[in-house]
């Protein structure tokens, strides 16, 4: 509850005032005045835009293969998960995954649950939604249905790993489909 000038490393301390949960590894400047922070901040938010909307076609685990054989060499992966650690674990597990035919890339990772605004990112980014320990609402999974939009979720890390790496060498196995039978709001 006190205001502290610096805070060095493992110094626990509360931040107030942000929009929207950091990254885990974020860098924090300090500015002279509000309008100087809006300003960067909104810099940093078209970058990522620009950054994140490169390509127009549908991904998919399933075709990766065939992909690959007519000279796809990237997979676009979105990454949501329940906590930051989480979504660092994954997010680097995947990139590892990398190989000289396939690259996989990261277009996006963020801590909460699959949203629409996900499956909008996914669909123009030609990229597949994993989440780990999240659950997409209803209005996503409507969204991805429409789009062709994939969203893989996962419960444990080694799963997720092997059904990648499966795909990416052309031997996914056959994929098990979740069958909703309703959705209820608390």
Not at 54 to 63: E, I, R, T, V, Y
Not at 78 to 106: M, P
Not at 108 to 128: K, P, R
């Given at each position: 509850g006190?205001r502290?000038q610096?805070?060095?490393?493992?110094t626990?301390v509360?931040?107030?005032?942000l929009a929207?949960?950091?990254?885990?590894?974020?860098?924090?400047?300090?500015?002279?005045?509000?309008r100087?922070?809006?300003?960067l901040?909104?810099?940093?938010?078209?970058?990522?835009?620009?950054d994140?909307?490169?390509?127009?076609?549908?991904?998919?685990?399933?075709d990766l293969?065939?992909?690959?054989a007519?000279?796809?060499?990237?997979?676009?992966?979105?990454?949501?998960?329940d906590?930051?650690?989480s979504?660092?674990?994954?997010?680097?597990s995947l990139?590892?995954?990398?190989?000289?035919?396939?690259?996989?890339k990261?277009?996006?990772?963020?801590?909460g649950?699959?949203?629409e605004?996900?499956?909008?990112?996914?669909?123009?980014?030609n990229?597949?939604?994993i989440?780990f320990?999240?659950?997409?609402d209803?209005?996503a999974?409507?969204?991805?249905a429409?789009?062709?939009?994939?969203i893989?979720?996962?419960?444990?890390?080694?799963?997720?790993?092997e059904?990648?790496?499966?795909?990416?060498?052309?031997?996914?196995?056959p994929?098990y489909?979740?069958?909703?039978?309703?959705?209820?709001e608390?």
């Amino acid at each position: 509850g006190r205001r502290l000038q610096s805070a060095g490393p493992s110094t626990p301390v509360e931040i107030t005032g942000l929009a929207e949960v950091p990254i885990a590894g974020d860098e924090f400047n300090v500015v002279a005045d509000e309008r100087m922070a809006r300003e960067l901040a909104e810099q940093r938010r078209s970058k990522e835009k620009e950054d994140m909307f490169k390509a127009n076609a549908k991904a998919s685990l399933d075709d990766l293969f065939a992909q690959i054989a007519a000279g796809v060499k990237e997979l676009n992966i979105i990454v949501k998960a329940d906590v930051a650690g989480s979504v660092e674990a994954v997010k680097a597990s995947l990139v590892k995954l990398s190989n000289e035919e396939v690259k996989v890339k990261i277009v996006h990772s963020a801590v909460g649950g699959i949203t629409e605004n996900d499956v909008m990112l996914a669909n123009a980014a030609n990229a597949i939604i994993i989440g780990f320990n999240v659950r997409p609402d209803k209005s996503a999974l409507d969204d991805a249905a429409a789009q062709g939009v994939e969203i893989r979720t996962y419960r444990v890390i080694y799963e997720c790993i092997e059904e990648i790496e499966a795909a990416i060498k052309g031997m996914l196995a056959p994929t098990y489909k979740e069958v909703l039978l309703g959705h209820a709001e608390v």
